[in-house]
C-alpha cells in the first residue's frame, strides 16, 4: 500500500508497508530512497508490516526550501502519526543518526534498532566545511564533485575508487542524490556522536555493526551505544558497512520482541 502524509510544513512525504504484524518504520541512509533496502524489508516483512518511505527531496516525496534537520525530524514524526499505533523503528547509516536525533527529540516509538550511523573519531573526522562545500557544489550544478566529494570525505573512499565508480552504472544513481547528499552532511553534523542528545533517549536501542566495516564504524557503533541508557551493542558477520538481510532481520526481529 502507498500513501501519502503531509510534514509539518506541508512537504507531501510517500510512503509505503507491505507486510502485517507490528510495524516497522525503516529510515533509509544517504543515496537511497524507500526502494533502497529491498532484502532486508522482504525478509523483515514475513513477520512485520513494513513502512519504508521517501525521505524529502528523494523519491515521490517534495522538497520544501530552506533545509532544516529538524524538519526531516518533522517528516519521521508525521509518518509515526500516520500510522496510530507504537512503532519500531530501523535507521540505516545517516537514516539512523537521524532516527537517533528524532528519538531524543520526542518522536513516540516503542524500540529503535541503528545500524552504523557514520559518526568519527577525533582521528577520523569529516573535514570541516564539508556540508557547507557540499551545499556549495550542488548550488553551482556541480553534481559530480559533490557525488565524488561524498566518497572520498564521507566515506574514506581513495581517490582511485571513484575514479573506477564513475565508470560504472552507479555512478549515474549517486550523482542524482547530490542534493540529499547535502541533507546527509546537515543530519551528520560534526560527525561526533551527539553524547548528551542521545542521553536522554529513554527507549530501548540496539546498535548494530559490521565485522567487516572499517575500525571507525565499529568504533562509532560502540560509542554510540555507550550514550544511550541501557543500549545493546552487537556486532554481526558481514562486509564494509553492510549486513546480509538473512542475517541482519532476525536480531532485528529478536530486539523488537523484546528478547
Known amino acids: 500500500m502507498i500513501d501519502t502524509v503531509r510534514s509539518e510544513d506541508g512537504t507531501p512525504i510517500v510512503l509505503e508497508r507491505r507486510g502485517t504484524g507490528p510495524v516497522v518504520v525503516v529510515v533509509a541512509g544517504a543515496a ?3 526502494h533502497g533496502d529491498e532484502p532486508l524489508v522482504a525478509e523483515l516483512a514475513a513477520e512485520f508490516s513494513v ?3 521517501d525521505r524529502r527531496g528523494r523519491g515521490e516525496s517534495g522538497d520544501t526550501a530552506p533545509y532544516a534537520v529538524e524538519r526531516e525530524i518533522d517528516d519521521l514524526a508525521a ?3 500516520s500510522i496510530g499505533e507504537p512503532v519500531l523503528v530501523h535507521g540505516i ?4 543518526a537521524l532516527a537517533l536525533l528524532a528519538a531524543a527529540s520526542g518522536v513516540p516509538m516503542a524500540r529503535l534498532s541503528v545500524f552504523e550511523a557514520p559518526y568519527r573519531g577525533e582521528a577520523e573526522e569529516v573535514p570541516e566545511g564539508y ?4 551545499r556549495d557544489l550542488v548550488a553551482a550544478d556541480r553534481w559530480d564533485d559533490a557525488a565524488a566529494l561524498f566518497m572520498t570525505a564521507a566515506v574514506g573512499s581513495p581517490a582511485a575508487a571513484v575514479e573506477e565508480a564513475k565508470a560504472t552504472a552507479m555512478w549515474a544513481e549517486l550523482r542524482s542524490f547530490a542534493p540529499t547528499l547535502v541533507y546527509d552532511a546537515f543530519v551528520m553534523g560534526d560527525s561526533k556522536v551527539p553524547a548528551e ?3 536522554s533517549i529513554a527507549i530501548p536501542v ?3 555493526n559490521s565485522n567487516g566495516s572499517t575500525d571507525w564504524l565499529k568504533i562509532a557503533a560502540a560509542v554510540t551505544a555507550k550514550a544511550i541508557p541501557g543500549a545493546k551493542h552487537v556486532q554481526l558477520d558481514g562486509e564494509f558497512h553492510d549486513v546480509p538481510a538473512g542475517r541482519l532481520a532476525p536480531e532485528l526481529g529478536a530486539f523488537y520482541r523484546g528478547a
Not at 547509516?93 to 539512523?96: E, R
Not at 556540508?131 to 557540499?134: D, P, R, S
Open 79 to 81: 509518518v509515526v502519526a
Open 131 to 134: 556540508a557547507a562545500e557540499m
Open 197 to 199: 542528545r542521545l542521553a
Open 93 to 96: 547509516s545517516s537514516g539512523g
Open 51 to 53: 513502512v519504508t518511505y
Open 206 to 208: 540496539l546498535v548494530v
Open 32 to 34: 537511497n530512497d524507500r
